[in-house]
């Protein structure tokens, strides 16, 4: 089961770009709802998540930026991203992670942002 990311693109830096991802209801008991980025040559890292009770967390690098939110109703969770810059270019991976149902990826969506 895969979950379906959204909404990357080029733009320039100083910009602002919204990723979505949309999770198959057959997924049950979601307990978080995250974002990951994968820039080339780099490791995958965290950039933000949203938990069941809507706590947030994000990376160091994104705070103040990048805002993530959720839609419970449509089953989806959203990356705002504001005053992008180069260094955040990369591939983003929404996944979730279910209570006794695992965790589950997204194809990825790639962001470029151009100086």
């Known amino acids: 089961v895969q979950l379906q990311a959204s909404g990357g693109g080029l733009v320039q830096a100083g910009g602002s770009l919204r990723l979505s991802c949309a999770v198959p209801?057959?997924?049950?008991?979601?307990?978080?709802r995250s974002w990951y980025r994968q820039a080339p040559q780099k490791q995958r890292e965290f950039v933000a998540r949203i938990v069941v009770n809507g706590a947030t967390d994000y990376a160091d690098s994104v705070k103040g930026r990048f805002t993530i939110s959720r839609n419970i109703a449509k089953n989806t969770h959203d990356l705002q991203m504001d005053r992008l810059g180069p260094e955040d270019t990369a591939v983003y991976y929404c996944?979730?992670?279910?209570?006794?149902?695992?965790?589950?990826w997204g194809q990825g969506t790639q962001v470029t942002v151009s100086s």
């Open positions: 996944r979730v992670d279910g209570n006794g149902s695992g965790t589950h």
């Open positions: 209801r057959t997924i049950r008991g979601i307990m978080t």
